[in-house]
């Protein structure tokens, strides 16, 4: 099983990846990545500033981000056994 830092970073990457793979970093205003592992809980929560003629839209972003940061970690999880 993968240490818990290793988790959190892993899902971050994933998710700050998502994010910068749609908007150019001059278009992110803002971005808050907050990853927690406790008792074998992902919870990862994404606070994204973009101007709102940004495409695509901020909240579809999110939720991709939040995907992504779930399935990286699902796979270091299959990766670990």
Do not use: C, K, W
Not at 8 to 20: D, K, L, S, Y
Not at 51 to 79: F, G, K, M, Q
């Amino acid at each position: 099983m993968p240490a818990a830092e290793t988790v959190v970073n892993t899902a971050a990457e994933a998710a700050e990846g998502v994010i910068f793979s749609r908007y150019r970093q001059s278009t992110v205003r803002d971005i808050d990545i907050t990853v927690t592992f406790e008792n074998q809980i992902l919870d990862v929560d994404i606070y994204l500033n973009v101007p709102e003629e940004a495409s695509p839209e901020a909240d579809a972003v999110i939720e991709d981000a939040i995907t992504a940061a779930e399935s990286a970690v699902d796979d270091l999880h299959a990766h670990s056994e």
